[in-house]
């Protein structure tokens, strides 16, 4: 028995290692909640915990039923199976894939006044991935671009831990990060990368203007090819014993230092 509903059925069982994007798998609250916002995906069903009582799941499953999306209330070990953890918070959904977008079409579709582009060369941890996200959209980050090879995908995890914020932010996928950049500064953008041997503190760098921010991978940094296409390289000051910062980490103090001085530029001129 699958609980009275035939499609549970139709879902292979999973050990918590299998890649959750295998599925499309989205789990937690926010999560599901964003992506049935965002519409960018198609819902094929959502799973809920027939223990579990609250006002944001009752929402959900409000808006899934009046979309047609197949509701069905299940245990809480069935849910903790398909979601492949136990951080579902009682709701697991099976959509399509997320869809990439196009470099172009992410550049043109500019948030604000200048231009913000955060390029990842090689971001491997899918929790540094789906945090650098959250912050991304928070600063009001045109888009993210991402290596196809090596590095992490917009999975179930990164869009649980962007708290949804990944169904939101365009995600563009290249072969080349080294030609990507030279791609954008054909569009007028300046590169921005942070190295830790940047000749440049991270706030000495003037972000009134079209630039993208590039981060390297975890304890790797900037690829040497990378490094050289960059227009600027800045550093974090580190002022106590370990050498550098998580990638998220610094993502979040860079990000926020240009969204400073963009709004600091505008009440001046206001």
């Known amino acids: 028995m699958c609980s009275g509903w035939i499609c549970l059925s139709l879902v292979p069982a999973r050990s918590p290692t299998c890649k959750l994007d295998d599925v499309n798998i989205l789990y937690g609250i926010n999560t599901v909640t964003e992506a049935l916002k965002a519409r960018g995906r ?50 697991v959904a099976a959509t399509s894939a997320k869809q990439y977008s196009d470099l172009d079409d992410l550049v043109a579709a500019r948030r604000g006044e ?15 991935l789906g945090a650098i996200m959250r912050t991304a959209d928070a600063a009001g980050a045109d888009g993210v671009i991402i290596p196809e090879r090596r590095s ?16 939101h932010l365009p995600v563009a996928k290249v072969t080349n990060v080294s030609r990507t950049l030279e791609e954008l500064k054909e ?28 981060l390297g991978a975890e304890g790797k940094g900037l690829h040497d090819l990378v490094r050289r296409h960059c227009d600027f390289l800045v550093s974090i000051p580190m002022l106590g014993q370990v050498p550098s910062l998580n990638v998220s980490v610094a993502a979040g103090i860079v990000l926020y230092e240009v969204v400073r001085q963009r709004r600091l530029g505008a009440s001046k001129q206001s």
Not at 50 to 76: A, Y
Not at 187 to 207: A, C, F, H, N, S
Request: charged fraction near 25%; charge should be negative; aromatic fraction near 6%.
């Open 42 to 91: 198609a819902f094929t069903w959502i799973a809920v915990a027939k223990e579990r009582k609250d006002i944001r799941l009752q929402r959900v499953i409000d808006e899934c039923r009046k979309m047609g999306v197949p509701v069905r209330f299940v245990s809480r070990m069935e849910l903790d199976e398909l979601a492949g953890n136990v951080a579902h918070q009682g709701l």
């Open 152 to 167: 992490a995908a917009v999975t179930g995890t990164v869009a649980k831990v962007s708290a949804g914020a990944s169904e």
């Open 114 to 128: 200048h231009s913000l582009v955060v390029v990842l060369d090689g971001v491997e941890d899918p929790h540094n």
């Open 187 to 214: 569009k007028e953008l300046w590169i921005v990368g942070l190295d830790e041997r940047g000749p440049q503190t991270y706030d000495q760098v003037d972000y009134k203007m079209h630039c993208a921010v590039v």
